[in-house]
């Protein structure tokens, strides 16, 4: 049964050798010691029995973000435990340098999507498994669509994408009269992440655990330098390559914004910062690295990679069949000095701006719905976060930007006191803008009459 391919992939199965591995009698028989028989451990409403295989393998959707070396291992774990609906979005094309690591993928795949040759491979090799590949942005897709799964699973590397994602699916969350969450708008992400020998995995139940947003703090303040350093005495190809990228791409092409997603713009910077380089006799510079150091980019290791893609995909089965307690939130790695992981809680942002069930805000009892909206765009809280803001109560629209129709049909609004528009009640205001990416929840409170208005103005 094993054959040999051939020379650029000798380790490889043939895609029928490998799907009649796993596609043996007994092929869920761990899976079934799980699933099958009770617990003294399992999650709340727990319920052992044939049908859960059933669900996760036939309505269980499960969508996968990210098709680079942590996302191909999600791919096969999450094939290989019995989830059957699978969707993978990512919108890079592969490249030469990540085959040390992204095991789906060979060299005749190279300038092929991800998405789209990891989910032929996962496919080939794993019978009754149905992946679906998206070559595109997150940014591309509706809100809607990544609404229609069940869970949501991260293999990013980027702060952004993930920033991104967690809002989105905060937006969805809808919180009750008390202020705990409505358990049918939560969506439940698994995220994972490395950095060379370390790496972590996460669990994110909206309304419940704290958010991305609620714990942006255990993020390291990325490495910058000196700009005179860069302009002036360059001491290493990291120098050489940021000089190119902050200061010689807006000298060289002034009003053209630099897109480090682009192959044509990271090779302009590449070629340029060899140049550089050159002058100050600086080695080193290459394309990898001018990824990199432009990107932020860590190189990957391909065992951290497993370790944490395994942790998440058995968070994603607890996940969907409350089989065992989940992880308590969040787990992290370092294989530097021998094998170290550990799990432990963080503390959830009650004024979170992303999923809190309201960011306090206290206003004057006579201030208007136009003051309101005016005074929420100087907090220093939504600074850059708010550019023209839409605001509701509990599905009324008080005062919406867009479209025209609605913007002149609320326009009076604008005048009125905010104290009657909310029927003189404190409560829950949604803002929606542009700039975000799911629902600003508030917390309107009014200061009452006799309150000394200079010493609460900092409120």
């Given at each position: 049964?094993?054959?040999?391919?051939?020379?650029d992939?000798?380790?490889?199965?043939?895609?029928?050798?490998?799907?009649?591995?796993?596609d043996?009698e007994?092929?869920?028989?761990?899976?079934d010691?799980l699933?099958l028989?009770?617990?003294?451990?399992?999650?709340?409403?727990f319920?052992p029995?044939?049908?859960?295989?059933?669900?996760?393998?036939?309505d269980?959707?499960v969508?996968?973000?990210?098709?680079?070396?942590?996302?191909?291992e999600l791919l096969?774990d999450?094939?290989l435990?019995g989830?059957?609906n699978?969707?993978?979005?990512?919108m890079?094309t592969i490249d030469?340098?990540?085959?040390?690591?992204?095991?789906?993928?060979?060299?005749?795949d190279?300038g092929?999507p991800?998405?789209k040759?990891?989910a032929?491979?996962?496919?080939e090799?794993v019978?009754?498994?149905?992946?679906?590949?998206?070559?595109c942005r997150?940014?591309d897709?509706?809100?809607s669509?990544f609404q229609?799964?069940q869970?949501i699973?991260l293999?990013?590397?980027?702060?952004e994408?993930?920033?991104?994602?967690?809002?989105l699916?905060?937006?969805?969350?809808e919180?009750e009269?008390?202020?705990?969450?409505?358990?049918?708008?939560?969506?439940?992400m698994?995220?994972g992440g490395?950095e060379?020998?370390k790496?972590?995995a996460r669990?994110i139940i909206?309304?419940?655990?704290?958010?991305?947003q609620?714990?942006?703090?255990?993020?390291?303040?990325?490495?910058?330098?000196?700009?005179?350093?860069l302009a002036?005495?360059?001491?290493?190809p990291?120098h050489?390559?940021?000089?190119?990228?902050?200061?010689?791409?807006g000298?060289?092409r002034?009003?053209?914004t630099f897109?480090?997603d682009?192959?044509?713009?990271m090779?302009?910077?590449?070629?340029?910062?060899?140049k550089?380089?050159?002058?100050?006799?600086i080695?080193?510079?290459?394309?990898?690295l001018t990824q990199?150091?432009?990107?932020?980019?860590?190189?990957a290791?391909?065992?951290?990679?497993?370790?944490?893609?395994?942790?998440?995909?058995?968070?994603?089965l607890k996940i969907?069949?409350?089989c065992?307690?989940g992880?308590?939130v969040?787990m992290?790695?370092?294989?530097?000095?021998?094998?170290?992981m550990?799990?432990?809680?963080?503390?959830?942002?009650t004024?979170?701006?992303?999923?809190?069930p309201?960011?306090?805000?206290?206003v004057e009892?006579d201030?208007?719905?136009e003051?309101?909206?005016d005074a929420?765009?100087?907090?220093?809280?939504?600074k850059?976060?708010l550019?023209?803001?839409?605001?509701?109560?509990?599905?009324e629209?008080?005062?919406?930007?867009?479209p025209p129709?609605?913007?002149?049909?609320?326009?009076p609004?604008l005048a009125?006191p905010l104290?009657?528009?909310?029927?003189?009640?404190?409560?829950i205001?949604?803002?929606?803008?542009?700039k975000?990416?799911?629902?600003?929840r508030?917390?309107?409170?009014f200061k009452?009459?006799?309150?000394?208005m200079?010493?609460g103005?900092?409120?």
């Amino acid at each position: 049964m094993m054959k040999r391919k051939g020379e650029d992939e000798p380790w490889a199965l043939e895609p029928e050798a490998m799907a009649e591995t796993v596609d043996l009698e007994g092929r869920w028989e761990d899976l079934d010691r799980l699933l099958l028989r009770p617990g003294y451990i399992v999650g709340p409403g727990f319920e052992p029995g044939i049908e859960l295989r059933d669900m996760i393998k036939n309505d269980c959707r499960v969508l996968v973000i990210g098709a680079g070396g942590l996302g191909c291992e999600l791919l096969k774990d999450l094939a290989l435990t019995g989830f059957g609906n699978i969707e993978v979005i990512d919108m890079d094309t592969i490249d030469v340098s990540n085959l040390n690591r992204q095991f789906l993928f060979r060299m005749r795949d190279v300038g092929q999507p991800k998405a789209k040759i990891a989910a032929e491979r996962v496919m080939e090799r794993v019978r009754g498994v149905n992946v679906i590949p998206h070559y595109c942005r997150i940014e591309d897709k509706d809100p809607s669509f990544f609404q229609g799964f069940q869970i949501i699973v991260l293999g990013l590397d980027s702060l952004e994408a993930r920033s991104y994602i967690n809002a989105l699916v905060c937006g969805f969350l809808e919180y009750e009269p008390d202020g705990s969450p409505d358990l049918t708008t939560i969506k439940p992400m698994v995220d994972g992440g490395t950095e060379g020998f370390k790496g972590h995995a996460r669990v994110i139940i909206p309304g419940v655990t704290p958010c991305f947003q609620c714990s942006m703090w255990l993020f390291p303040p990325q490495v910058t330098f000196p700009l005179c350093t860069l302009a002036e005495t360059p001491r290493s190809p990291a120098h050489c390559i940021e000089y190119v990228h902050l200061i010689q791409w807006g000298q060289d092409r002034p009003g053209e914004t630099f897109d480090a997603d682009s192959t044509d713009h990271m090779k302009w910077i590449f070629e340029q910062a060899a140049k550089r380089a050159e002058q100050f006799n600086i080695s080193g510079v290459t394309y990898t690295l001018t990824q990199g150091v432009v990107k932020n980019i860590i190189p990957a290791i391909a065992s951290t990679n497993a370790i944490v893609a395994a942790t998440c995909a058995l968070e994603t089965l607890k996940i969907a069949t409350m089989c065992s307690k989940g992880m308590d939130v969040f787990m992290q790695y370092t294989g530097t000095d021998g094998v170290y992981m550990r799990t432990f809680a963080n503390e959830k942002d009650t004024n979170c701006i992303v999923c809190s069930p309201g960011v306090p805000v206290e206003v004057e009892a006579d201030i208007t719905l136009e003051q309101f909206i005016d005074a929420i765009l100087t907090d220093s809280r939504f600074k850059n976060k708010l550019l023209k803001p839409s605001v509701s109560l509990q599905g009324e629209n008080l005062y919406m930007q867009a479209p025209p129709v609605l913007e002149e049909e609320t326009r009076p609004n604008l005048a009125k006191p905010l104290r009657t528009l909310m029927s003189g009640e404190s409560g829950i205001l949604n803002i929606n803008d542009r700039k975000l990416k799911g629902v600003l929840r508030l917390q309107v409170n009014f200061k009452t009459a006799d309150v000394d208005m200079d010493a609460g103005a900092g409120g």
